[in-house]
């Protein structure tokens, strides 16, 4: 299959499609980014990389990141991280605070915020900078050293995450926060900040395609762990609209606000599709259009 053909055509499609929705409101450093961007990359598990429109421009990865952060914790931690956060979809928004009271401090899964944030605690537990841990984690496997934080993004979200720091606030009530509460919101909102294009999230999100096995061959997650990693991002990884993922797109895939969607198909490889005009939910309308193209183009799907 002529992979790159499928994207320049899978941008064709969704061109009518870019510009629609409105980017990230809830951060004011995101809320001027050009909505006309749209992005498709694709690495393959034999280590090549094709891509379309504006695959090599960074953009704020978001919940992206979480992504990462629970591999390494996961990696480290095994079953016992799901004392600290829960499997389940929430039919909430990603950043309720209700459910968390009624579930006692539990969050739903490792993908709404209050889940990251528990993530990001035991990141900080076991590694000292969770932020750093997921900037080396992207670099190393993406093969790109530029990967960092955006500073304006992060000091932006900073002075509004009144949300995020409520639930953290109600996570250590519940006694289910281990750091300082402004430790873990740094870091977390920090984690959200870091930079990156759709190249390097697809080669970043090769072990999971790879059964649990990092870019230079050593094992991160065991092939049952990374089946168990795919499953949650495939019922959690985008919101309220995972059961539509699934019907249109049939990939595991987590989305960000940013406008980012990764998409691992197992076994072959990871694609990345990104522009920054968001649904009610949250989720890029471009790039999950595209993902859907690509998902029926190719035939890929775990369906
Ligand atoms: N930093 C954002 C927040 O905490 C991430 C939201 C997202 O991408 O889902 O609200």
């Known amino acids: 299959m002529r992979l790159q053909g499928v994207l320049d055509d899978v941008l064709d499609e969704v061109g009518p499609l870019v510009g629609n929705g409105v980017p990230a409101l809830s951060i004011p450093a995101l809320r001027h980014v050009d909505v006309n961007r749209v992005g498709i990359a694709v690495a393959t598990v034999d280590g090549r990389v094709h891509g379309a429109g504006a695959w090599s421009e960074p953009f704020s990865i978001?919940?992206?990141?979480?992504?990462?952060?629970?591999?390494?914790?996961?990696?480290?931690?095994?079953?016992?991280?799901?004392?600290?956060?829960?499997?389940?979809?929430?039919?909430?928004?990603?950043?309720?605070?209700?459910?968390?009271?009624?579930d006692c401090g539990i969050p739903r899964n490792p993908f709404v915020n209050a889940g990251a944030l528990a993530v990001v605690d035991r990141l900080l537990t076991l590694r000292g900078d969770a932020g750093a841990a997921v900037v080396a984690f992207l670099r190393a496997e993406s093969g790109n050293p530029d990967i960092g934080f955006d500073p304006t993004v992060a000091a932006s979200e900073q002075g509004v995450s009144h949300r995020n720091a409520a639930a953290a606030h109600l996570m250590a009530a519940h006694g289910n926060l281990d750091q300082g509460i402004d430790d873990v919101l740094t870091h977390y909102i920090h984690q959200c900040a870091i930079a990156a294009s759709c190249a390097d999230l697809a080669r970043a999100g090769l072990f999971l395609a790879r059964a649990g096995r990092r870019n230079d061959g050593e094992r991160l997650l065991t092939g049952l762990q990374t089946r168990r990693l795919n499953s949650i991002l495939?019922?959690?990884?985008?919101?309220?609209a995972a059961g539509d993922v699934a019907y249109h797109v049939g990939l595991p895939a987590k989305s960000g606000i940013g406008g980012g969607v990764l998409a691992i198909v197992p076994g072959r490889g990871a694609v990345c599709a990104w522009s920054p005009g968001l649904d009610e939910a949250g989720n890029s309308i471009a790039a999950m259009?595209?993902?859907?193209?690509?998902?029926?183009?190719?035939?890929?799907s775990v369906f």
């Open 62 to 102: 978001q919940s992206v990141s979480k992504l990462f952060a629970l591999a390494l914790v996961f990696a480290h931690d095994g079953e016992a991280l799901w004392k600290r956060v829960q499997r389940q979809p929430s039919s909430l928004r990603y950043d309720a605070l209700i459910q968390l009271d009624l």
């Open 234 to 240: 495939l019922t959690c990884g985008t919101y309220d």
């Open 289 to 300: 259009a595209a993902l859907h193209h690509f998902s029926e183009a190719t035939g890929w």
